[in-house]
């Protein structure tokens, strides 16, 4: 037998590792990245107006089969910036048995005025997957992230609703001081289950604790590149209308009020009618220095085009990463 030339391979299936750092030219660019099967990641040649590093987290065949288990270690380097997208939703195939458990296991360490940006394309469960997800972030002096973490209700055009046997997702956001010996500190955990045994106690079906809801996402915002994006989704939470609001005018007025009103004020009322016109539900909420929103939409389109619509209205995101970052939520 032929030995290999090559020394042995320390890293295991479904391992990955992304290295960025500042480039001599400025910019940001790879100083590592590598994977094994099922997990794959593809970056584009760099171009000269490329605001970011861009990599593509994929799998082989479109999605992970029950059993299959990725971790994917990331490490950003002083000042450097990274986007990580994907090229479709992340399909979950079904378990043979619930003892069956598909992972994902993400570690992400953003040094000192280091920026990642992570809007993929949500994750589809199919019917009796079993799936287990958890992303932690570790975060030192004016390092920011933006953290986007949807799930879907499954394959709709094959009948299927919320029918997976588990979903588990957990985001988890520390803090840590310049001293590598310093102890970090949590700012956010947060966890979502959504399981079929989890609703017996209610006495109805997933499905039918979503409440027609075929999207669930979380997005998190922290540091000082999001810092903008972060007091826009808060001011927009505060302005929408409140239980017993009510305009008492004739139509005529409403409309010629609505005529007269800046434009930005007129793109509001345009998307808060799209919200409910499409049953979008959402809050914010401002946690130990981040922004977390919580959103749900009646279909997965329309939750992408309204997550997309508030990210690009604002216009830092697209800034600062550059329009690749948000390939993944454009309508």
Same mark, same amino acid.
């Given at each position: 037998m ?11 299936p479904? =391992?990955?590792?992304?290295? &960025?750092? *500042? @480039?001599p ?5 790879? %100083?590592?990245?590598? #994977? ?15 605001k ?20 994917l ?5 002083r000042?450097?910036?990274l ?27 953003? =040094?000192?005025?280091a920026? &990642?940006? *992570? @809007? ?6 199919? %019917?009796?997957?079993? #799936?287990?997800q ?16 949807w ?13 997976f ?9 520390w ?11 949590l ?16 006495g ?25 994006i972060g ?19 004739s ?51 329309a ?26 939520v454009?309508p």
């Amino acid at each position: 037998m032929t030995s290999s030339p090559f020394p042995p391979s320390a890293s295991l299936p479904g =391992d990955g590792r992304i290295v &960025v750092r *500042l @480039l001599p030219a400025g910019g940001s660019g790879l %100083e590592t990245i590598s #994977y094994q099967y099922p997990l794959k990641l593809i970056s584009p040649s760099p171009t000269v107006a490329q605001k970011s590093a861009l990599v593509f987290l994929l799998s082989y065949g479109g999605g992970l089969v029950g059993g299959d288990g990725v971790n994917l270690s990331v490490h950003m380097r002083r000042g450097s910036s990274l986007s990580l997208v994907t090229q479709g939703h992340t399909k979950i195939f079904k378990s043979a048995t619930p003892d069956i458990i598909t992972s994902q296991k993400m570690q992400v360490q953003v =040094d000192e005025e280091a920026a &990642v940006c *992570l @809007l993929p394309d949500p994750v589809q469960p199919f %019917e009796d997957s079993v #799936y287990e997800q958890t992303q932690i972030f570790t975060l030192r002096q004016r390092a920011s992230l933006c953290l986007l973490d949807w799930v879907t209700q499954g394959r709709a055009a094959r009948g299927e609703d919320w029918s997976f046997t588990r979903w588990t997702g957990r985001n988890e956001v520390w803090t840590q001081g310049s001293d590598l010996g310093q102890k970090g500190r949590l700012l956010i955990r947060d966890n979502v289950i959504l399981s079929q045994d989890g609703s017996k106690p209610v006495g109805l079906p997933l499905k039918d604790t979503m409440h027609k809801m075929s999207v669930l996402g979380t997005l998190i915002l922290t540091g000082p590149v999001m810092e903008s994006i972060g007091d826009f989704f808060m001011a927009e939470f505060t302005a929408l209308p409140r239980i017993g609001s009510r305009d008492f005018r004739s139509k005529e007025d409403q409309e010629k009020d609505a005529e007269e009103k800046p434009e930005f004020e007129r793109w509001r009322a345009r998307r808060i009618a799209m919200e409910k016109q499409h049953n979008i539900l959402w809050s914010a909420a401002q946690v130990r220095g981040c922004v977390i929103v919580k959103f749900g939409a009646a279909t997965v389109e329309a939750g992408r085009s309204w997550i997309g619509t508030m990210l690009r209205r604002e216009g830092s995101i697209a800034s600062h990463f550059g329009d690749s970052a948000l390939m993944c939520v454009e309508p």
